[in-house]
């Protein structure tokens, strides 16, 4: 069985950073896209970032940013096996919402439970 597990939300005035973790377990096979989604009151669900690992070209990742956080948030694996980070700063209220963490794993996708990140003074 394949859990995600994140943590590192919190409440954080405008302005501040905070760092978003996710581990994935159960699974023999490297998580091949890992990301980030988050979804606020009343909206849809909405990818915030993903990192894809290209294994033909020396498993190399390549990362994707929604506009909305571009040159804001910071996506990363970690050295530890199907690890992921969002590094978050200058939050804006907007970025308020759930944060739910994503790996695929031969093209099916799967969800943790979710983390709430509240920006607010």
């Known amino acids: 069985q394949v859990q995600l597990v994140e943590s590192g939300g919190g409440l954080v005035q405008p302005g501040g950073s905070l760092r978003l973790s996710c581990a994935a377990s159960g699974s023999p096979f490297d998580v091949e896209v890992m990301g980030w989604h988050r979804q606020a009151p009343g909206r849809q669900r909405e990818l915030v970032a993903s990192i894809t690992r290209i294994r033909r070209i020396g498993n190399i990742n390549l990362p994707n940013y929604a506009d909305s956080v571009k040159g804001r948030f910071i996506i990363s694996r970690g050295n530890a096996k199907n690890t992921v980070y969002l590094q978050m700063n200058s939050l804006k209220p907007e970025d308020t919402a759930v944060y739910f963490c994503?790996?695929?794993?031969?093209?099916?996708?799967?969800w943790g439970q979710g983390t709430q990140v509240t920006v607010s003074s």
């Open positions: 994503m790996g695929q794993i031969s093209g099916k996708d799967y």
